[in-house]
């Protein structure tokens, strides 16, 4: 179903929603205690600024709001400098997921999304609906469940991405869902649609194996890393980006 975006505005920002899964979106959507008081608020992490599990009337969503990280955000926090309504986190974010969509890729169903604006700076939320069942390409890791097989699926699921030029600005073992139907990417703040080229793309399948390091994927040793997963995923994501 193709998005139909609807715009609300009011003195303090703007609401961006997709119509064709809610007719209507208005801020309590973006208030935890709202859907708290409502016995609707499933699961909250990382108090303000984090994520929450919301019972929506569209569907099981996750509220996120967007929040600085490193250094920056000791002095911003959750605040972005203004640059105009499309230029903002939210709007980006939302917008790439219904190109997402429109692609027929595998990432987070966008709900709808919010700004609210004091002087040069705003701050942002946005709404998806919830993956369910899903499990996090860290924690098939950290329970030893990540192996060949499902490497090669995360080799083609990025390829796929990459093929139709969707660059993920945080790809990482965190931001890739696995179900038992499908893998998906998540988590596209900052990120964009730019011509294919071997450049990023290569830039990119390097952050998801410097974080694969990180989490513990080479604890055997790099050979053992290289042969039982890194190939795996490099040889199946070539096939398919030039399939």
């Given at each position: 179903?193709?998005?139909?975006?609807?715009?609300?505005?009011?003195?303090?920002?703007?609401?961006?929603?997709?119509?064709?899964?809610?007719?209507?979106?208005?801020?309590?959507?973006?208030?935890?205690?709202?859907?708290?008081?409502?016995?609707?608020?499933?699961?909250?992490?990382?108090?303000?600024?984090?994520?929450?599990?919301?019972?929506?009337?569209?569907?099981?969503?996750?509220?996120?709001?967007?929040?600085?990280?490193?250094?920056?955000?000791?002095?911003?926090?959750?605040?972005?400098?203004?640059?105009?309504?499309?230029?903002?986190?939210?709007?980006?974010?939302?917008?790439?997921?219904?190109?997402?969509?429109?692609?027929?890729?595998?990432?987070?169903?966008?709900?709808?999304?919010?700004?609210?604006?004091?002087?040069?700076?705003?701050?942002?939320?946005?709404?998806?609906?919830?993956?369910?069942?899903?499990?996090?390409?860290?924690?098939?890791?950290?329970?030893g469940r990540l192996d060949g097989?499902?490497?090669?699926?995360?080799?083609?699921?990025v390829a796929r991405f990459h093929?139709?030029?969707?660059?993920?600005?945080?790809?990482?073992?965190?931001?890739?869902?696995?179900?038992?139907?499908?893998?998906?990417?998540?988590?596209?703040?900052?990120?964009?649609?730019?011509?294919?080229?071997?450049?990023?793309?290569?830039?990119?399948?390097?952050?998801?194996?410097?974080?694969?390091?990180?989490?513990?994927a080479a604890t055997q040793g790099?050979?053992?890393?290289?042969?039982?997963?890194?190939?795996?995923?490099?040889?199946?994501?070539?096939?398919?980006?030039?399939?």
């Amino acid at each position: 179903m193709a998005m139909q975006e609807r715009i609300r505005e009011d003195a303090a920002g703007a609401i961006l929603f997709d119509a064709a899964v809610s007719p209507q979106v208005d801020a309590d959507w973006f208030d935890p205690e709202a859907w708290r008081v409502r016995n609707a608020l499933r699961q909250q992490s990382g108090g303000r600024g984090g994520v929450a599990i919301i019972d929506t009337p569209a569907g099981e969503c996750v509220l996120r709001h967007y929040r600085r990280g490193g250094m920056v955000a000791k002095l911003m926090g959750d605040r972005y400098l203004w640059k105009g309504a499309d230029h903002t986190r939210c709007f980006a974010e939302f917008r790439l997921l219904g190109r997402i969509a429109a692609l027929d890729l595998p990432g987070p169903q966008a709900v709808a999304c919010r700004y609210r604006r004091t002087g040069f700076f705003y701050t942002a939320d946005l709404i998806t609906r919830r993956i369910a069942d899903a499990h996090t390409l860290a924690e098939l890791l950290t329970e030893g469940r990540l192996d060949g097989e499902v490497a090669e699926l995360v080799g083609a699921l990025v390829a796929r991405f990459h093929r139709a030029g969707i660059w993920h600005a945080d790809l990482n073992a965190h931001n890739v869902l696995v179900t038992a139907e499908q893998l998906y990417l998540i988590d596209f703040d900052r990120g964009r649609q730019r011509e294919p080229a071997e450049s990023w793309q290569q830039d990119n399948l390097q952050r998801l194996r410097r974080s694969l390091v990180k989490l513990g994927a080479a604890t055997q040793g790099e050979a053992a890393f290289e042969e039982q997963l890194w190939k795996p995923l490099v040889y199946r994501y070539e096939r398919t980006v030039r399939a």
